[in-house]
């Protein structure tokens, strides 16, 4: 019998595993690497879901100077995706981020359905100006910015009352 999947903070112990699902996730090209220190940096922002000791997915958050927040690095091993683990992680972040008192949230991601059914809608690069700006003008797929024939990324956004 499996045991079950629960979602919670991350915690140190979790950092390995985090770095090895985000960084496999890299490989495939469906996100940016992330370093131990980039982690560790924003640690109290990540949730995982666990099995038992073992972390098979996770997901952080980055809040903006805009006060808008970001879902950053979701992500869950192969084998368990498409069991909506991916939708409990974002609701996770959603929660951390509207006790905080925050109510605009957004992602690039290259999986828009999976925010889509959390309740985000695709929107226009110029929503996310900031963001632009400040990341993915450093990305090594943007030669020229966001829609460039090498960004598989499409923004998302939620807006909360």
């Known amino acids: 019998m499996e045991k079950e999947i629960i979602v919670r903070p991350a915690m140190l112990k979790d950092v390995k595993q985090i770095l090895d699902i985000i960084n496999l996730n890299a490989k495939k090209g469906t996100m940016l690497p992330k370093s131990k220190k980039e982690v560790l940096g924003m640690l109290a922002n990540y949730s995982v879901a666990a099995m038992g000791n073992k972390v ?48 605009r949230f957004f992602a690039m991601t290259v999986a828009p359905k999976v925010f889509s059914k959390a309740g985000f809608e695709v929107v226009g690069y110029d929503r996310l100006s900031l963001k632009i700006w400040v990341d993915c003008s450093d990305c090594p797929r943007n030669a020229s910015g966001p829609g460039d024939k090498d960004c598989n990324e499409q923004a998302v956004e939620l807006l909360l009352d």
């Open 56 to 103: 098979i997915g996770t997901c952080g958050f980055k809040i903006w100077v805009d006060e808008s927040i970001e879902i950053i690095s979701l992500a869950t091993l192969k084998r368990f995706q498409g069991q909506g683990i991916g939708a409990r992680l974002i609701q996770e972040s959603l929660e951390r981020g509207k006790n905080l008192g925050l109510k």
